[in-house]
């Protein structure tokens, strides 16, 4: 068997243990939040009349939210599933696996060109440990969370396109290079660290190749359009394609947003947290709240500075004679960059599934440690065959926390009970149960806990209408767009139940602020028209 047939069976191996790992998420459901505005309720999705919207705006605005992601390339393959098989959960669980298991595959073929002498069995044990580490877990089991496999399918794309271009010199891997980054940035945003990993990565060979000669001017026409693609990116993004805060997701400025310094010793006791749950994955969970520390000499931001400042000196002390160590650092810290929150204040302070992109150093600089000695390559050996069906039972077991939006939301509360969110949707979850009052007490302790989100208040007055309570349903429906008068929908509900009650006339102004906050309800356009002619006393569409 020659060298490239025997690279192939450890190519499958990698993408069906991924897909077994997470096969159990098949049969999930939507999930109240991002699932259902991104998904069960985008108008977009529903029909290409909508391709230039799509296009042109933010991801969320087919659901009629606005939020400053851009990511048109998820969106239409989202639209062309919804066209194939309606909006229904499965085939869009089973793009997020195939996407994953996609994503592995191609950190294998990555690593093997990253490591030409090692034995691929080793490459293919570090995608594994990548592929079925526990902090993966996040996005691959939302339903719309396919965006960061998509992202990074396109980054590792690129790498490996990029890494043929390098050996044959032939241009067509160059632009299919190039083309994965185009592809990555229309994804997520978070692929704009690529020029930078490219460069590193470009680097390193040349470290590894004593032959090797640098020219300034090769690798300027090599890596040139690159950067110039994320420029134009970043002009984008801040002049037609910015929706409202490219750089600060923060409506009013806080402790955390106005002082440079506390986001800094803030991201430092999250990078010695993320350390800790890649070596040792206890503890994990979405939603996670974060403390704004204010000081260096607090125990978890120095004892992160002093475990970073090891892995920075590791990375420095190894540029030498193994600078794939090197470079496996810096890959971590260059991906994590876009949501460090320095530069643009995103938000949130961690997510888990922020670790996706980033956790591909991880993979690089231990496998660079592995075959640097031959002890190192047996005890690497030993350790994949420990830790990667610990870490797919793990995984597995995990996914099931996501098979409802219930089992969700209980598990999130099990660990942060005082987020008021997290009560609402698990009274949507309930509340479809027809377990009513389960349902009320659950709004009415987000409303306690945090009375800001005018779901909270448009939800908890739906369920009183299940229980005839209209009295206290028109209440919370007024007090929801008083907390945000764009929310169109308690405005629908309030012109239905006028018209419920016979007061057509009461029911249009409602109509007409509906319309004039989300035009895109053509129904709602013909009842009022009905109304205004004064034809028809009927429902809401």
């Given at each position: 068997m020659n060298q490239k047939n025997a690279v192939w069976p450890y190519a499958l191996l990698v993408f069906l243990?991924?897909?077994?790992?997470?096969?159990?998420?098949?049969g999930h459901g939507f999930i109240y939040g991002d699932d259902e505005h991104v998904i069960v309720k985008n108008l977009y999705l529903t029909d290409w009349k909508y391709l230039p919207n799509l296009l042109t705006e933010n991801w969320k605005a087919g659901f009629g939210q606005v939020t400053n992601y851009y990511r048109p390339l998820h969106l239409l393959i989202f639209a062309t599933i919804v066209h194939l098989s309606g909006a229904i959960p499965w085939p869009f669980h089973l793009f997020s696996i195939l996407c994953h298991a996609g994503c592995g595959v191609l950190l294998f073929l990555f690593l093997r060109r990253l490591f030409p002498q090692a034995r691929p069995w080793m490459a293919g044990a570090a995608a594994l440990l990548w592929a079925v580490h526990p902090i993966q877990a996040e996005d691959i089991n939302w339903a719309n969370g396919s965006a960061t496999m998509l992202h990074t399918f396109g980054m590792l794309a690129s790498l490996v396109c990029f890494s043929k271009f390098l050996e044959k010199d032939e241009k067509k891997w160059w632009a299919l290079s190039l083309?994965?980054?185009?592809?990555?940035?229309l994804s997520k945003e978070g692929v704009i660290v690529l020029p930078v990993l490219l460069l590193g990565f470009h680097w390193t060979l040349l470290r590894?190749?004593?032959?090797?000669?640098?020219?300034?001017?090769?690798?300027?026409?090599?890596?040139?359009?690159?950067?110039?693609?994320?420029?134009?990116?970043?002009?984008?993004?801040?002049?037609?394609?910015?929706?409202?805060?490219?750089?600060?997701?923060?409506?009013?400025?806080?402790?955390?947003?106005?002082?440079?310094?506390?986001?800094?010793?803030?991201?430092?006791s999250v990078l010695g947290y993320a350390f800790k749950i890649m070596i040792i994955p206890q503890g994990l969970h979405p939603e996670r709240t974060w403390p704004v520390f204010t000081s260096f000499f607090l125990k978890p931001v120095f004892l992160s500075f002093a475990a970073i400042t090891g892995a920075i000196a590791a990375g420095i002390w190894s540029y030498r004679k193994e600078p794939r160590v090197t470079l496996g650092i810096f890959w971590f810290f260059a991906a994590y960059a876009p949501m460090s929150n320095l530069a643009a204040k995103i938000n949130a302070i961690f997510w888990e599934h922020w670790l996706y992109a980033p956790s591909i150093g991880i993979a690089i600089a231990i496998l660079a440690a592995a075959v640097a000695k031959p002890w190192a390559e047996k005890a690497f050996a030993g350790m994949a065959c420990l830790a990667v069906p610990a870490f797919g039972l793990l995984t597995y077991q995990r996914n099931w926390n996501w098979r409802d939006s219930e089992a969700y939301y209980q598990y999130t509360l099990r660990y942060e009970p005082r987020q008021a969110k997290l009560w609402t949707n698990l009274a949507m979850a309930v509340a479809e149960k027809g377990k009513n009052e389960e349902a009320i007490r659950y709004y009415q302790e987000a409303i306690r806990l945090s009375d800001t989100y005018p779901e909270t208040r448009h939800n908890l007055a739906q369920t009183y209408l299940q229980i005839g309570r209209v009295d206290l349903a028109q209440e919370e429906l007024k007090k929801a767009v008083a907390l945000d008068p764009r929310f169109y929908h308690s405005y629908l509900t309030l012109a239905q139940i006028a018209l419920n009650q016979n007061r057509p006339k009461e029911a249009i102004p409602y109509l007409e602020t509906a319309l004039a906050i989300y035009p895109y309800m053509p129904q709602v356009k013909q009842a009022l028209e009905t109304l205004k002619r004064g034809q028809a006393r009927g429902k809401v569409p």
């Open positions: 243990v991924s897909i077994v790992v997470y096969s159990n998420t098949l083309l994965g980054f185009v592809a990555g940035l590894l190749d004593p032959a090797a000669q640098p020219n300034l001017g090769r690798m300027l026409k090599t890596h040139g359009p690159f950067w110039a693609v994320a420029a134009l990116y970043v002009a984008a993004r801040l002049t037609a394609l910015n929706f409202g805060g490219t750089l600060n997701f923060y409506a009013q400025s806080n402790v955390y947003t106005g002082n440079i310094l506390y986001r800094f010793y803030t991201l430092l």
